[in-house]
């Protein structure tokens, strides 16, 4: 497959960095900021001051409580270079690398810092939930009153019905992320628990219990992109990005069928084109797919082209899916077991990619060899797709 986009410079991830995941941190958003970029400019050998550009990305202003927190968490970090803030509800984590990638590809930028940050404890009084009571259109949905966990409890149940998924076996998702987040040092929701303990747990809108759910979350995560001729000049094992692909379908969700992703699939496909991958359940190593609820990442393995439609579920019981399995998937954890501070969470997946390729996961590195590996996020009214395939 050749890719249908003509590419001034080839770009490298050579740092990256991650702070903890945690219910409520003590650290301001900007502080967050500069302890995340800190440690992908230390792994990249460069300082603040060699930084071209800076691209970030956050969720909606009102969770840190600061009008245009763009200009606020990066303060430390920018040191007047340019930025631009990206958003896409909770596609912003991989978009923020996305939006980099054109930066340096385009030749605008030779050494960009990308950063994600999220400080969703700011909105705690009731719950950061209710930031999200007024995103709903005013006449058709607004008066039905509902919330984030009420429409995907919706999405869930119709996967479940389309694909004759039964909940034991999406539960074996949050059994295996939780446990996979034991091993890592930012995890908030590591557990070591069972299908029972999941099903046992307390159901919120259903069919989704309580351990069906990641948790709300502080964090900041940062990656140092740039071309290719500085990826020679720092390192000697750059991770190379060879696809990115978005996709935003229509915010009229109830005029669609919930069970199968189409908005992924678009954006899977934009990506795979660039990196000229035809076959990803073969040429994947490695995935990080987003999966703030457990059903998440079945619905988004399917919509990713990892496994058929509808076989998701099967494929994770069989064990497939496991580090030690032939397609590792979350094996960071991910959002049920690291941790969800939304545009984060997103690039978490996207730094974990990187590690892995590079054989810097430590206990989480998978057992297979890994030439290629891709990170997903997904966002806004079930309608955002981002994807970001990487290779060594």
Same mark, same amino acid.
């Given at each position: ?81 340019p930025h631009v803030r990206v958003f896409v509800g909770g596609g912003t984590g991989v978009f923020v690398p996305v939006a980099a990638w ?108 309580? /351990?069906? *759910? ?5 964090? #900041? +995560?940062? $990656? ?5 001729? !500085?990826?020679? %000049? ?101 959002? /049920?077991? *690291? ?5 984060? #969470? +997103?690039? $978490? ?5 990187? !590690?892995?390729? %590079? ?34």
């Open positions: 497959m050749r890719p249908n986009i003509n590419v001034k410079n080839r770009v490298a991830v050579v740092g990256a960095g991650l702070t903890l995941f945690r219910r409520r941190l003590m650290e301001t958003p900007q502080e967050l900021s500069w302890i995340a970029a800190r440690q992908a400019l230390d792994q990249a050998g460069l300082d603040f001051n060699d930084i071209d550009c800076v691209v970030s990305g956050s969720a909606p202003d009102a969770f840190d409580g600061v009008h245009m927190k763009g200009e606020y968490y990066v303060e430390g970090v920018a040191n007047g270079k054109w930066h340096v590809a385009s030749g605008l930028c030779r050494k960009v810092l990308v950063l994600a940050e999220e400080k969703m404890s700011s909105a705690s009084r009731p719950h950061p939930q209710a930031v999200f009571k007024h995103i709903w259109d005013p006449l058709v949905e607004k008066p039905l009153n509902p919330n984030l966990i009420w429409i995907f409890a919706m999405e869930m149940h119709r996967y479940m019905y389309r694909c004759g998924v039964r909940k034991e076996d999406i539960a074996l998702v949050s059994v295996k992320n939780k446990r996979n987040a034991l091993d890592h040092p930012s995890a908030q929701a590591a557990a070591k628990i069972t299908v029972d303990d999941v099903l046992n747990s307390e159901m919120l809108v259903y069919p989704v219990n309580r /351990l069906d *759910v990641s948790p709300v979350s502080d964090g #900041a +995560g940062a $990656m140092v992109m740039v071309s290719e001729e !500085w990826a020679n %000049r720092l390192t000697d094992n750059p991770i190379w990005v060879e696809g990115v692909g978005f996709n935003l379908d229509s915010t009229n969700w109830t005029n669609r069928d919930l069970g199968y992703p189409v908005y992924l699939k678009r954006a899977a496909e934009m990506a795979y084109r660039l990196a000229g991958i035809e076959n990803p359940m073969k040429e994947i190593d490695v995935a990080e797919p987003y999966d703030p609820f457990d059903y998440k990442e079945l619905h988004h393995m399917e919509g990713l082209g990892l496994c058929p439609p509808c076989k998701a579920a099967e494929v994770t019981k069989e064990g497939l899916t496991q580090r030690d399995g032939d397609l590792p998937t979350s094996p960071s954890g991910g959002l /049920l077991g *690291v941790g969800n501070p939304i545009a984060a #969470a +997103g690039i $978490m997946k996207a730094i974990e990619i990187f !590690w892995q390729l %590079r054989g810097e996961a430590g206990a989480r590195q998978v057992k297979k060899d890994v030439v290629t590996g891709l990170a997903q996020a997904w966002g806004d009214l079930m309608q955002v797709g981002t994807v970001v395939v990487m290779r060594r």
